[in-house]
């Protein structure tokens, strides 16, 4: 129980974790409830403490699929799949689209999903900021940006976010959008953010949504060569 609890901590919160962290985790888990277990680790106030917040690396999953569902793309693809569809019911393109693109998105930096490299599974923390797949990450720019016909539903729904908070200048855009999107900058760097919007037409740039797509591909850029955007 005490192994399993150490692992289960390391895998959520923070390496090594103290003795006493274990002991208490350890005794909830022999009771032989997983969801008891994962709400003892939640609710522990080690599990928001300083030594937590912020200090762990995201795995490609946890980086990538949270700003795609910011975006929109968990709504989208619920309404392009009917209700009464069925295991055997053809997938549409677009849902395939985008599961594939996300899918060589997290491969590039290193998780090929559902195939880890061996029967240890993939190295967690630390291991995913190689240089390599750290080149990857940065470029990443969510998904649904720009569509066929235009700005698709990762812009409109980035749109509509930012103009339901009624703005007043570029500096209130850049504190939505990265609320938006849990990256906590410093107010120097969030500066940066609030200059490229200003730069280009502040709250005038959200009438345009060419310009909010061609804004929003830069401000994710600037969003995530940050360690914030990097860390959980």
């Known amino acids: 129980a005490k192994n399993l609890a150490k692992k289960l901590w390391e895998?959520?919160?923070?390496?090594?974790?103290?003795?006493?962290?274990?002991?208490?985790?350890?005794?909830v888990f022999v009771l032989g409830d997983i969801r008891a277990t994962?709400?003892?680790i939640a609710r522990s106030p080690e599990f928001l403490s300083d030594k937590a917040v912020r200090k762990m690396v995201k795995s490609p999953v946890d980086l990538c699929i949270p700003i795609a569902r910011q975006m929109g793309a968990g709504k989208e693809m619920a309404e392009i799949r009917k209700p009464t569809a069925t295991p055997f019911d053809r997938i549409e393109k677009k849902t395939l689209d985008v599961a594939g693109?996300?899918?060589?998105?997290?491969?590039?930096?290193?998780?090929?999903?559902l195939y880890p490299p061996d029967v240890g599974g993939w190295k967690w923390n630390e291991a995913w900021a190689t240089p390599d797949a750290m080149a990857h990450r940065f470029l990443y720019r969510g998904v649904l940006l720009w569509g066929e016909k235009g700005p698709d539903t990762g812009a409109?729904?980035?749109?509509?976010?930012?103009?339901?908070?009624?703005?007043?200048?570029?500096?209130?855009?850049?504190?939505?959008?990265?609320?938006?999107f849990d990256v906590p900058?410093?107010?120097?760097?969030?500066?940066?953010?609030?200059?490229?919007?200003?730069?280009?037409?502040?709250?005038?740039?959200?009438?345009?949504?060419?310009t909010v797509v061609w804004l929003t591909d830069r401000t994710l850029g600037l969003m995530m060569a940050s360690p914030e955007s990097q860390l959980f």
């Open 11 to 27: 895998f959520f919160v923070y390496p090594n974790p103290e003795a006493a962290v274990v002991e208490r985790i350890a005794k």
């Open 38 to 40: 994962m709400r003892a």
């Open 101 to 113: 693109a996300l899918s060589w998105i997290m491969q590039q930096q290193g998780l090929s999903l």
């Open 156 to 180: 409109k729904t980035i749109h509509g976010y930012l103009s339901s908070r009624q703005p007043k200048d570029g500096a209130a855009i850049a504190e939505a959008f990265l609320r938006l």
């Open 185 to 210: 900058l410093d107010e120097e760097r969030k500066a940066i953010v609030a200059k490229l919007w200003n730069d280009n037409g502040g709250v005038k740039a959200l009438e345009k949504l060419e």
